[in-house]
């Protein structure tokens, strides 16, 4: 049983691999091939076991799609010191959906890539990706995208004399104050950025 369980592991991924390489499930005679079993009967079994736990599923024409666990991704029970080192723990122990974790509400939410280095002071660079949930309210204090002059603006949300301003994090940019009427697109929730 735990070897099974192990090999589940690695089956998955390699499953999940090949869905990020082609945007498709394999097919079971491809599954059969690329995990090197002999027989229908092993990937039968195998994808009913991924299917009672979430990670498949199948469209009405009975083909494999992702579950509802496919995109999870192991969360490390260690967390990692960004100061002095520590001890170091490969125990896998939660799994953690990204999608679960950064967004509250799917069909209110956008990824923008950003362009321009106004807020690198708070750690949003050039082709960093925003997660922006939809809302016209914000509170100071929240970055926000900002609708000016017809054009949008990646700004943390300030107040001057009783009037809203939008703040850059780089000093090189000034405030912007708006004459009219300052629109809000969205509040970020996070952010990604993909590393060579």
Known sequence: MV???GNDIDY??????????HKTLPSYSVIADMLGFKSKNAVTALVARFKLQGFLDATADRRLKPGKRFFERILAESTVQAGFPSAASGDRHDTL???DYLIERPSQTVLITVKGDSMIDAGIVPDDVVIVEKRQVANVGDIVVAIVDNEFTLKTLGREKGQFVLLPANKAYPVIRPQGNLEIFGVVVGQFRKYD
């Open 3 to 5: 070897t099974r369980m």
């Open 12 to 21: 998955l991924g390699r499953i999940q691999d090949y869905y990020a390489e």
């Open 97 to 99: 959906s990204i999608d």
